[in-house]
Structures are given as C-alpha cells and as structure tokens.
C-alpha cells in the first residue's frame, strides 16, 4: 500500500490535457517538496519535476506541475504519444525514521 | 555524461545474500547523496536505501532495515547495496540514483533523484 495515493490509470487524445492527483498527509506532502517521476516503457525511470514545480532542463513545458496542501497534481498540455508513460509522484516523508515515499503510479495512455 | 551503472544482480535462493555495486562517472562522486531504488515486476517504485556524499549519513526503509545496507567507496566512485536473508518478496529491478543537490557535506533527505542507472535485476528464487 502506497503513502502516496494516485489514480492507476489516465487517458487522452493528442493535444488534449491530462492531469495526475497525487494524494498524500502532513507528513509528507504537505511540508516537504513534491517530485515526479516518468517512466517510459522499458526504460529506468527520470525525474520530470522536482521542488513542487521546476522542470530539470530538457523537460518541455507542457509538463507544470502543482501542489496544495497535502496533494499535488501533475499535468501533461498538449498530449503527445511520446508522453505514454507511468507517472510516479514522491516526496519525504517525515514520520518515524524518515522515509522517501512514491505514489502508486498511473499509467498514462495516449488513445 | 552524467552515468550510472549497476551491476551484480543475478539468481539468488532464498536466505541467501547478494552485493550490488552501481558505479558512477561523469560528476564528481563525493559530492553527492546516492541512492537505491527498486521496483519489483509490474509494481511501483520502492525506496531502499540513502546515503550522505561522506557516507556518515544513512537512511533506510523501515521494512528492509537489518537485512540490507548502503555504503560508498568514494575513491571508486562507487555505491554498494549489500543484501541478506533475502526472500522471494525481494525480486526486483534495483536502480542506484544520484541526489539532485550538491551537498559534500550536508544532505537534506529531501531533495529528488536526477540520475538513475538501467537497474540490475535480482531474482529470489529456489
């Protein structure tokens, strides 16, 4: 059972926007930066957003993400079939020794 | 090139112990908090392990603490995972990854991983 909860599955068509919720608590979320992580198939994953919001250089634009309270969301404008992937929300969480937490995942199909 | 590249994966039995090694190249290894992560087939994402830039910093996850440890040879450039009493549970691909911030000599666990290796696959298995 993941700390970090998402929705398993998302879709859309080209152009269309696709958005991502990544559920999460005080102890995580709430105080501490949110990442996100994709996943292309076969592949290691890469990191996407880091610091709630910021692109690492080489990620386009049309990923922006946010977050609020204990929750943040991810979202992909302009969909592309490139952008078919699982998405993967984490963050520290501060309870007991401390740990890093992923979200579940979601898988994101281009239709 | 920023790279990471883990190796020593392989069949394992049940009860039995396994070292992974990831090394690294491209930046400067002691200046940055490494990381393990595994995911097993078809699953998510599960943290193992972090380590300080030094080594005198470690973290674990709570279910896996005892039975596995994280240590570097900066020399080497190289992180190492060293696992025992491992358990059919244990079949995964495990990824070494570099913490995202620079940080010789402080590591603020929360910071993201930026570079991941293509993982090593270990399999738990009779």
């Known amino acids: 059972q993941s700390v970090l909860i998402q929705p398993p599955s998302a879709s859309g068509t080209p152009g269309q926007r696709v958005t991502i919720s990544c559920s999460g608590s005080?102890?995580?979320?709430?105080?501490?930066?949110v990442y996100w992580y994709q996943q292309l198939p076969g592949t290691a994953p890469q990191l996407l957003i880091y610091?709630?919001?910021q692109r690492p250089s080489g990620v386009p634009d049309r990923f922006s993400a946010s977050k609020s309270g204990t929750s943040a969301s991810l979202a992909i404008s302009g969909l592309r079939s490139e952008d078919e992937a699982d998405y993967f929300c984490?963050?520290?969480?501060?309870?007991?020794?401390?740990?890093?937490?992923f979200g579940s995942g979601t898988k994101v199909t281009v239709l | 090139e920023v790279q990471l590249l883990e190796s020593g994966g392989g069949l394992v039995q049940p009860g039995g112990s396994l070292r992974l090694s990831c090394g690294a190249s491209?930046?400067?290894?002691?200046?940055?908090?490494m990381g393990w992560v595994r995911q097993a087939p078809g699953k998510g994402l599960e943290w193992i392990s972090s380590?300080?830039?030094?080594?005198?910093?470690?973290y674990y996850a709570d279910s896996l603490k005892g039975r596995f440890t994280i240590s570097r040879d900066n020399p080497k450039n190289t992180l190492y995972l060293q696992m025992k009493s491992l358990r059919a549970e244990d079949t995964a691909i495990y990824y070494c990854?570099?913490?995202?911030?620079?940080?010789?000599?402080?590591?603020?666990?929360?910071?993201?991983?930026?570079?991941w290796g293509q993982g090593t696959m270990v399999t738990v298995s009779s």
């Open positions: 990854a570099k913490v995202q911030m620079y940080g010789p000599f402080y590591y603020d666990t929360d910071d993201a991983f930026d570079v």
């Open positions: 491209g930046f400067s290894f002691d200046n940055y908090a």
């Open positions: 380590l300080s830039a030094r080594g005198d910093n470690l």
């Open positions: 005080s102890s995580n979320i709430e105080f501490n930066y």
């Open positions: 610091r709630n919001n």
């Open positions: 984490a963050a520290w969480d501060d309870s007991l020794s401390g740990s890093y937490v």
